[in-house]
């Protein structure tokens, strides 16, 4: 039992070094801001909610998307992958185009690329101390010019610009980032909602026509979409089709609303831009009786004009109507 007060002040000793530490450590040795995020799958723990949200985002499937694979000659077209994996957006620069990162591609637009500083550690829209992270506040992470490294490549935010949104005080959060339940207490929704939404879609633009003179004249404005509809060149289209009314036949196809690729030099712009109303005449022929006009979307379109529309490339009927003569 000699021993046993020799053991007892070798662990006084030892309570009281890990005291002096605790106390006095510097703060740049605070081991939560200096942790080495590598993943976004480090933050599920912590923020599942908004991990789940964007688990079943388009950003989390931005490199691994077939039909993105498909368009981008499985990335053989280089300039793709600066937007589908991309380095963090504090790193190359607000507002500048987004460079590509070489590691951790499968994961896509991730949480790492809107929230991780230069210095590694993470930026919030407040700083939480509580928070296993301890992120930055950065406020930029809400302004227009933060999605634009991406998202300006094919205009969107410059479309957004010229419109009246900035006026109405909506931005992109406001639409594809809304709080959750309308709840600013509960952060924002991190599925970055957009055109695989249907409802998203029919907020977007509104359908109408009418016979007028010797024939038909169908209507697209663009009421609701923050940007031109749809946005994004090469690959979003909107086509309309025409049928008789009650017909079993197939839809005839008789305009396309798209933004042509950089290369596509022969075809013209016909994007209806926000606030837009695009008059479209329309000719059946011989067609005399009520028709049907159909609005579809498209996400991976053709690139020739359509004779119908391909549920196999996503073609979503966003709105129809019923014209009488």
């Known amino acids: 039992m000699k021993g046993a007060p020799a053991i007892f002040g070798v662990l006084l000793l030892g309570l009281a070094g890990w005291f002096l530490v605790s106390v006095f450590r510097p703060q740049g040795q605070d081991p939560a801001t200096n942790r080495t995020f590598v993943s976004s799958q480090?933050?599920?723990?912590?923020?599942?909610?908004?991990?789940?949200?964007?688990?079943?985002?388009?950003?989390?499937?931005?490199?691994?998307?077939?039909?993105?694979?498909?368009?981008?000659?499985?990335?053989?077209?280089?300039?793709?992958?600066?937007?589908?994996?991309?380095r963090p957006v504090f790193v190359t620069g607000i507002g500048e185009r987004v460079l590509p990162r070489v590691s951790r591609r499968t994961e896509g637009v991730d949480c790492l690329s809107c929230h991780q500083m230069p210095d590694g550690s993470m930026a919030g829209t407040i700083h939480d101390p509580r928070a296993a992270c301890r992120p930055t506040q950065a406020l930029d992470l809400t302004r227009p010019e933060f999605c634009a490294g991406c998202h300006n490549q094919h205009k969107t935010v410059d479309q957004w610009r010229a419109s009246e949104w900035p006026a109405?005080?909506?931005?992109?959060?406001?639409?594809?980032?809304?709080?959750?339940?309308?709840?600013?207490?509960?952060?924002?929704?991190?599925?970055?909602?957009?055109?695989?939404s249907l409802a998203f879609l029919q907020r977007a633009v509104e359908l109408r026509g009418g016979r007028e003179q010797d024939g038909w004249v169908v209507e697209v404005e663009n009421v609701g979409a923050g940007h031109a509809y749809p946005t994004d060149e090469r690959s979003r289209a909107s086509d309309l089709f025409w049928r008789a009314k009650g017909s079993e036949g197939p839809w005839q196809f008789f305009y396309r609303i798209r933004d042509p690729y950089r290369t596509e030099t022969d075809i013209p712009r016909t994007l209806v831009d926000a606030h837009e109303t695009r008059r479209i005449p329309l000719d059946t022929g011989e067609e005399e009786g009520p028709i049907e006009v159909a609005l579809f979307?498209?996400?991976?379109?053709?690139?020739?004009?359509?004779?119908?529309?391909?549920?196999?490339?996503?073609?979503?009927?966003?709105?129809?109507?019923?014209?009488?003569?």
């Open 42 to 86: 480090q933050c599920a723990e912590c923020h599942p909610e908004a991990f789940e949200e964007w688990n079943g985002s388009q950003h989390s499937i931005s490199w691994t998307n077939p039909r993105v694979r498909a368009l981008s000659n499985d990335f053989a077209n280089q300039d793709c992958i600066d937007c589908h994996a991309p």
């Open 168 to 196: 109405r005080g909506q931005d992109c959060l406001a639409c594809h980032m809304p709080y959750r339940n309308g709840d600013p207490n509960q952060g924002r929704d991190h599925s970055f909602v957009g055109g695989t």
């Open 297 to 325: 979307y498209m996400r991976s379109p053709f690139y020739e004009d359509p004779e119908a529309p391909d549920p196999d490339r996503e073609a979503t009927l966003v709105r129809s109507i019923v014209l009488e003569p």
